[in-house]
């Protein structure tokens, strides 16, 4: 069993910079794939990035792609997603998702075995 928290959400201006943190419990961390999705207001979820169980791989939205980055701390088991240049259009619940046997994308929703209970982000013009 894998518990996720999200933190690190808030109000922000255009063109600012927000880190998200989703902390992990238990002690299998590291074998997890680990993901961040979100949902914006009248929208489907959809995936942001995603980072394999070592940190050696990671994958981006193409609306993200140099703005934002994944990466994790097994070591604190925690993920991370920088996101930098932050656009109105970012703003969305974002949620943290672990994948047992992921580290491939894309990934079906159905594919994440833990989610976290979200971070909202809201960015202002």
């Known amino acids: 069993q894998v518990q996720l928290v999200e933190s690190g959400g808030g109000l922000v201006q255009a063109g600012g910079s927000l880190r998200l943190s989703c902390a992990a419990s238990?002690?299998?961390?590291?074998?997890?794939?680990m993901a961040w999705l979100r949902q914006g207001p009248g929208k489907e979820r959809e995936f942001v990035a995603g980072?394999?169980?070592?940190?050696?791989?990671?994958n981006y939205a193409v609306s993200v792609k140099g703005r934002f980055t994944i990466s994790r701390e097994n070591a604190k088991n925690t993920v991370y997603l920088q996101m930098n240049s932050l656009k109105p259009e970012d703003t969305a619940v974002y949620y943290c998702?672990?994948?047992?046997?992921?580290?491939?994308?894309?990934?079906?929703?159905?594919?994440?075995?833990?989610w976290g209970q979200g971070t909202q982000v809201t960015v202002s013009s």
């Open positions: 998702a672990a994948d047992k046997y992921g580290g491939s994308w894309p990934r079906k929703d159905s594919d994440y075995d833990y």
């Open positions: 238990g002690h299998t961390f590291d074998t997890y794939a």
């Open positions: 980072i394999n169980w070592t940190g050696s791989s990671t």
